[in-house]
């Protein structure tokens, strides 16, 4: 493998990013989400993995909601998050949501949530949402519902439920 490289996504790299969405989930839905979420103006932070100039991964983070008892907070959405995958099992992955998580904090925000491999996120820090008081509101495993917060307290007082962009009802 080349040298990796992880930047934010240039609008050059929307082709590259359909191919690589389409190819590690193997079906449309989650490339047809990052155009409809680009297209409503609802992407927080996009990042694309390339090795020797070839675009091979790429993260997403968009807006969430949550309603609760104590009113609304807000929050971000990762997903998707994609590997060709003949490049997967080899740290592209790791370094797409390291870099994604930093470029969060970085732009000021202090909660993520996900639905994703149990297995997986917890390495970054990831834990059941319903820690937090966290309720998705469509049906997920509760195991791959997840919430990491990037500053300490960051979900005190923001119980409730979290309420995805309208574009994901298509995934």
């Given at each position: 493998m080349g040298e990796l490289t992880v930047r934010a996504e240039r609008p050059t790299d929307a082709a590259a990013v359909r191919r690589v969405n389409e190819e590690a989930f193997g079906r449309r839905a989650e490339a047809d989400l990052v155009e409809q979420l680009h297209a409503a103006g609802k992407v927080v932070a996009s990042l694309v993995a390339e090795v020797a100039g070839e675009v091979v991964g790429h993260i997403l983070f968009s807006p969430v909601a949550i309603e609760g008892a104590r009113g609304r907070c807000d929050a971000l959405a990762l997903a998707p998050m994609a590997v060709l995958p003949a490049h997967q099992r080899r740290g592209i992955g790791r370094r797409l949501v390291e870099e994604g998580i930093m470029a969060c904090k970085e732009l000021g925000h202090t909660r993520i949530v996900l639905v994703g491999h149990p297995e997986y996120y917890p390495w970054f820090g990831f834990r059941p949402a319903v820690r937090y008081g966290l309720r998705c509101a469509f049906d997920a495993p509760e195991e791959a519902f997840m919430a990491l917060?990037?500053?300490?307290?960051?979900?005190?007082?923001?119980?409730?439920?979290?309420?995805f962009a309208p574009e994901f009802a298509g995934v």
């Amino acid at each position: 493998m080349g040298e990796l490289t992880v930047r934010a996504e240039r609008p050059t790299d929307a082709a590259a990013v359909r191919r690589v969405n389409e190819e590690a989930f193997g079906r449309r839905a989650e490339a047809d989400l990052v155009e409809q979420l680009h297209a409503a103006g609802k992407v927080v932070a996009s990042l694309v993995a390339e090795v020797a100039g070839e675009v091979v991964g790429h993260i997403l983070f968009s807006p969430v909601a949550i309603e609760g008892a104590r009113g609304r907070c807000d929050a971000l959405a990762l997903a998707p998050m994609a590997v060709l995958p003949a490049h997967q099992r080899r740290g592209i992955g790791r370094r797409l949501v390291e870099e994604g998580i930093m470029a969060c904090k970085e732009l000021g925000h202090t909660r993520i949530v996900l639905v994703g491999h149990p297995e997986y996120y917890p390495w970054f820090g990831f834990r059941p949402a319903v820690r937090y008081g966290l309720r998705c509101a469509f049906d997920a495993p509760e195991e791959a519902f997840m919430a990491l917060e990037l500053a300490p307290g960051a979900w005190q007082d923001c119980a409730g439920t979290v309420r995805f962009a309208p574009e994901f009802a298509g995934v």
